[in-house]
């Protein structure tokens, strides 16, 4: 069972910047998918990033250039460096996971289909 935990949300102004990291515990496995998607009330989950096992990384057209993922293997962490922040960013940002491995990391995490989340931490810019 992979533990996630997010932290580093808050309330930044427009323009601003602020990173978010996600902590995994439960596994030996290192074969890892994760992402982050992120989520308003009443809205739909929308996917932000995933990172493949191998490093690959992508991203929604709605962050590109001003976010960026990363993983760091060794600290069982994963981030998301978010810059030039906008009021249309607002949301709660959650960090997703799965052990499958193989490639198609970005499409699980855009159809929510990883098998672990964490609780989520709230982004505000205004």
């Known amino acids: 069972q992979v533990q996630l935990v997010e932290s580093g949300g808050g309330s930044v102004q427009d323009g601003g910047s602020l990173k978010l990291t996600c902590a995994a515990s439960?596994?030996?496995?290192?074969?890892?998918?994760m992402g982050w998607f992120r989520q308003t009330p009443g809205k739909e989950r929308k996917v932000v990033a995933a990172i493949e096992n191998d490093g690959t990384t992508n991203y929604t057209n709605a962050v590109k250039g001003r976010f960026t993922i990363s993983r760091d293997k060794a600290k069982n962490t994963l981030y998301l460096q978010m810059n030039s922040l906008r009021p249309t960013d607002t949301a709660m940002y959650y960090c997703?996971?799965?052990?499958?491995?193989?490639?198609?990391?970005?499409?699980?995490?855009?159809?929510?289909?990883?098998?672990?989340r964490g609780r989520g931490t709230q982004v505000t810019v205004s």
């Open positions: 997703a996971a799965d052990l499958r491995g193989g490639p198609g990391c970005y499409e699980r995490v855009r159809e929510g289909d990883l098998d672990f």
């Open positions: 439960g596994y030996t496995y290192s074969r890892l998918c």
